[in-house]
């Protein structure tokens, strides 16, 4: 099948993947009166008098926004807000589909990081949470801080967090497989933007013996000189323990993971003889992996990529929908690590028939509700922890 022709096809169509419906169907005019004024004056002043009732009597409480300056969508760089938008219609389409989570597109043509801070601020009280989608590294980074800073609802950043839950879920059920542990193995990250970074953070909650990340210009290392916005490449290149440099086949040595969220192509074959027993390969650039599916599988003894087409897809997917569910259902502030965490045992529990070729579970599987459980369950061990 031609996804592209029928994606066109489709949205032409349908005129785009989302429509607004009604809760309450307005049939005559005492309904239009209960709906719009003059009943509606009464909710108003309900919400005046206390702004929290705007979660019970408006559908705030279960709306979030996504949102997008376009400079960095996809596999296709910065293509502009317009350009982005079908990809934020499509991520609120599965936010609908997948955790029953309204969610809002709005893309801005915005790149000055502080005015974009400024606009999200500004609109965030119609939300109750906020996914920031497709922002370019190193300005997601400060931008994501600085909103978590100033709101008190949940801001995520799906290309960072959503990737590095999904990939932390499906490397527990890779490693339960190759019967190894976290504390004992080696784990390599080609890629230090938005995903390679984030998923360095999660990944070292596990305590994995060693772990090294790479860049453009090769692994990150203590002594290297790092600019102002590049702060989480510092913070990262400090748990590089033995301060190794060099470029992609040196961090390969002894390794047992590779994650790449890089670009096509850097790697062979003959790299994978570099690492260690049953090496796991996790290709992740998409349309095209660091590693073709094929070469990968020859040598590698579990091989996951970002596309539909292969086995063991780590895909975002799994991970967001439920997330915000669990948020919006007990009216989350924020969302901690001990959240991600727990959102990611979520996802590698609930694969059945756990084997090499099945390490991730479907979307269309149980996954959502307990994804959004366990949210639930850890914010409120969150809030208790607070209280003491």
């Known amino acids: 099948m031609n996804y592209d022709e029928k994606s066109i096809e489709m949205h032409k169509k349908y005129q785009g993947k989302i429509h607004v419906d009604l809760n309450f169907d307005i049939k005559n005019k005492d309904d239009l009166s209960i709906a719009y004024t003059p009943g509606v004056a009464a909710v108003s002043k309900k919400i005046f008098e206390d702004k929290s009732k705007k979660y019970e009597l408006t559908s705030i409480g279960n709306t979030i926004a996504v949102i997008s300056n376009g400079t960095a969508v996809l596999g296709l760089g910065s293509i502009g807000a317009e350009a982005a938008y079908p990809v934020m219609e499509g991520k609120s389409a599965l936010f609908k589909k997948f955790g029953n989570v309204n969610a809002v597109p709005i893309v801005v043509d915005i790149k000055d990081k502080e005015e974009f801070i400024s606009f999200v601020e500004k609109i965030s009280v119609n939300y109750a949470g906020i996914n920031l989608e497709d922002i370019k590294a190193p300005e997601c980074f ?54 390679g970074l984030a998923i360095a953070k999660l990944l070292l909650k596990m305590n994995p013996k060693e772990l090294l990340v790479l860049d453009s210009k090769g692994i990150l290392t203590k002594d290297r000189q790092y600019r102002e916005e590049e ?17 992609l086949k040196d961090a390969l040595k002894n390794a047992d993971v590779f994650i790449g969220v890089s670009k096509p192509n850097i790697m062979n074959k003959e790299d994978i003889d570099l690492m260690n027993e049953k090496p796991i390969i996790f290709a992740l650039s998409n349309p095209i992996p660091e590693i073709s599916y094929e ?9 996951a990529t970002g596309r539909s087409d292969y086995k063991n897809q780590i895909n975002n997917v799994l991970a967001f929908p439920g997330l915000f569910k669990g948020l919006l259902k007990v009216k989350a502030k924020k969302i901690t690590e001990e959240m991600k965490l727990k959102a990611a045992d979520a996802i590698a529990n609930t694969v059945k028939n756990l084997d090499v070729d099945n390490i991730v579970p479907s979307p269309f599987s149980e996954v959502h509700e307990n994804v959004a459980l366990a949210v639930e369950k850890a914010y409120k061990e969150f809030e208790k922890s607070v209280e003491k």
Do not use: R, W
Request: glycine share 4%; hydrophobic share 45%; aromatic share 8%.
């Open 295 to 303: 070469d990968a599988k020859e040598k590698a003894f579990i091989v």
């Open 142 to 195: 400060y931008i994501e801080e600085k909103l978590k800073e100033k709101l008190n609802i949940p801001v995520f950043h799906d290309d960072q967090h959503g990737t590095a839950i999904v990939v932390l879920a499906a490397l527990k059920n890779a490693l339960k497989l190759a019967n190894k542990n976290f504390e004992d193995v080696k784990i390599v990250i080609s890629g230090a933007g938005s995903a």
């Open 231 to 247: 702060f989480l490449k510092k913070e990262i290149s400090m748990y590089n323990k033995n301060n190794v440099s060099g470029n």
